[in-house]
Every structure is written in C-alpha cells, then in structure tokens.
C-alpha cells in the first residue's frame, strides 16, 4: 500500500470527528422566527402563495410554513355503498391540495421560494387521519374526530399523494382486503352463469316440436351490474380504518405517524384543545371537541401545538404533556413530544388582535444557518421555543439551558449527561422597550411535571438556579406568560441524565 493511499485512509478516519468538532466548536446558534400554520389558496387560505411571501417578508419573519389542507371532503355512504355516497363538508365548497394537485403546490412553493431568497418557505400538508360517523341520514347524522389533524413537512410531492389518510386511499398505499375483491368478483361470475342456466320449455309448432330455452337475462345483467358497482365501491380494495364503527380510532392516526416517520418527515399534531362549529352539507353535524387525549394514545410524532389561540390545558404542569414526558424518560414511550406556535392563519381580521396576522404566534427555532435543512432539524429536535406577542419582535428567550457539574450543556429540545448538580440558566427580555402597559411576568420552572420554581416579575428575568438531582434521568422545561398570555413564552423539553 503506498504512502498517500495510507494517508487518504487515516485521513478519512479521523476527518469525520476534525470536521465535526470543529463544526461544533464555532456553531453559532441564533434566533429565527417561523410563522407555523399557514394556509394559502391551495386550501380555505385567502392569500396566493406569493401573497403571503410579501407578507411574511414585510413582517421580519424568516420562515414560512404553509399547511394547507390536504383533503377536505368527507363520505358517507349506504352500505354496501360505503364509499360511493355523498361527499361535502362545509356548505361553501372547499377544495384542498390533492384537489388542486400537488405538484402545483409545491411549483406554487418554489416560485415564491425564487423571488424571496431570504425568506424559507415550506410546502407542508394538514391532514385528517381518519373519521367516524353515528346516527343515520333519517334521524341525524354526527361527523367525529374530522378535527383532528396533523401536520405534515419534509415530504416529497410523491409521499404526499401517498399519505395513508382516509379518503386517499389508492392503489401503492393501501393492504389488499381480499373480501372486498372476492365478493364482486363472486356475484359478477355468478351473474354470468345465469345468463347460461334456464329451464327448456317445448313449444309446439304444427308438426314439430321446438325447444325454447328461458334465461334469466335480467336478472344475471342486474347482478353483474351490481357487482361492477361495488367492485367501484371497493377499488383499490383497502382501507384505512372504519368511518362507520361509531367510535373513536387512534390506528389510522398512528398509521400516518409511522408513514411519515419512515420517509424521514416530520410529524405535529394540530391544535389538540381546539373547538370550532362547521356545518355539514345534507344537514348533519360535525361535533368538535379536545382530543388530547390523542397525543398519549400514539407515539412517534414529533410534537404538538402548544399555544394556539384557544384555551389549552395540556401544557399545564402536571397535565397530559408533562404525562408524556414523564413516560419517555420512563421507558415507556419512544419519543417525546415538542411544541410549536399553530397560527392556523387563513386571513388578515381587522380588528381581531395578533391571532389574525403572521406575526402574533411566533415559533422561533435555534439553528446555525437559514435553510430548509435547519429549520426541519430544527423541528425535528424542538430547538427553540413556541410564543404569542403584540407586538411581534416582543420578547425572546435568550437564554434556556442546563449545564451539568462536569461542564456538558443543552439547549432546548438537546440531552445531556453529567454529574448534579446541575445550573439551570434563563435570560428573558423585550427585544426592545417594553411596550406602554408593561406587566409582570409570571414564570415557572418544570422539572419531571413538577413546578420547581416560581418567578413574578418585570423583564428582563435572568438568573441561574441550581438543581440537586438524584441518579437517572430527569427534563426541565420553562413557560413565561402575562396574565391572559397575550405575551406567552413556552419552551421545549431539555433533558438531563445523571449517571
Ligand atoms: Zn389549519
């Protein structure tokens, strides 16, 4: 072996951890805000995609991440007709991305994407996983569960048509159910051979006899018929799920989690305390209620929205996040949920406060650099920090971390291992002057779903508190609001294990 190829060899060995290292030592983390649920004309949104660039540009926001609804009908239908009955949700007609096409979506994306370079604009998907229906058209039908959605980034135009969501169920992506295929096939041979059975009858003609054959023409017709029709019904002979079980379903939700999951995309579960009325076409009824329980019932996805504008109790200390944060660093889970800002932004309202503009519900994300690849790392890890201001470029967390005895540190959504006990650092403050009505903030600091500490005062809020913790692992997460949170701060998880 030569002497260089020796080298290039040593070289490639140890060159991955030089670069690595290096890299680590002079990132610079910095702070990016991201307006997170947008919807654009691809959906019910009332802005072009381009629209809201401009306006995305115009308000100091570095990343734009739009969600427009994938489908938006529903189906019900007689059986067995169960597939081929009345579509329709709300009484004005909405249409939604596989409507519209995906491929126009994303080209849409990548135009606006060209004429604002500075700005990361991402072409995400809200989708229903599954729904289910009770009553009966006779006596009223309810539509359940067509509010729970997620939303979906990091895809390819390809894997989005794919998504293994009721209603898109195609050929690649769904499991043939054999019954759905036999069964037509069954009455359309059976249809077949009555046209060949029949009773002979001789008839007398003068002299002679003939024989007469009669068929059943009719009804072997009708039943090929019917058996084409349902064959229609059926294709592509799967499904996801039953929308006529009459109960609450998490295995297509947790069936789209592990699909996105595998193709490497990112996964969050949309407002999971929101409650809005909608009307359905043919006089039925969407009820809308909480599902948080939905986010301890699967497992995989990345995170939640955590502030939204409705009220939300499972980001209280105690209450179902921190449930799930206690059970993954219990071994029970396989990962653990981070929060986002949902805007759900459809259009301006003038007046109607920050929630109807860009820049009210600001998610900012750490990163090293304004990209595409950071911002869905940055999401995939929970680095940074979900908030509501008014005005926007209000506050920012400038600091929450933990740092062990040993000197090894995290960030938000980070892990880190040393000795306790361990320095909890928080820097909070108004970016500029604190605006004219100033209040006290009223901060907690959580540790295991318990509040640790409590703080009420004017910003800036910064301090170091030192934690004993015992052996094994623990988190720590922050939340900073007003009363009325019209200015909320509320971090991502860091978690800490103590050999
Ligand atoms: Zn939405």
Redesign the pocket.
Known sequence: MSISLKRSLILSLFFPFLCCFQGKASTELKQYSAAI???STF??GEHEVLELARFAKERNIDVLVL???FLTSVTYGIWPFDRIGIRGINKRVRLGVRDYGVGRYFEAVREAQRQFPDLVILPGV?VTPHYYWTGLPWTGLKLYAFDH?F?VLGLTEQQIENLPVIGNETWDNTEKRWTLILVPLALFLGGILLLYLGSQEKIQVGKDTAVRTRRPWALGIAIMLFALLLAWNNYPFGKFGDPYSGRSDTVPAQGVIDYVRNQDGILYW??PEAVYPDVLMGGGTMVSEPHSEDLLLTDGYHGFEGIYGNRITATRPGKVWDMILMRYIEGWRMTAPRVTT?I???YFKDPGGSWYDLNGGQTILLMAEKSEAAVLEALRKGSGYATFQEPAEGLRLYDFSVETLDGAKALQGGEVEGQSPVQVHIHLDWVQDPPANNKPFQLELVRNGEVVLKVKQFLPIEFTTTEELSSGPHYFRMRAAWPRKIYDVLSNPIFVNVP
Do not use: P
Request: hydrophobic share 20%; charged share 20%; proline share 0%.
């Open positions: 649920h947008v919807h959906s019910n969600t427009d609804s809200e959605h939303i949309s407002y949902g759900d932004f459809h």
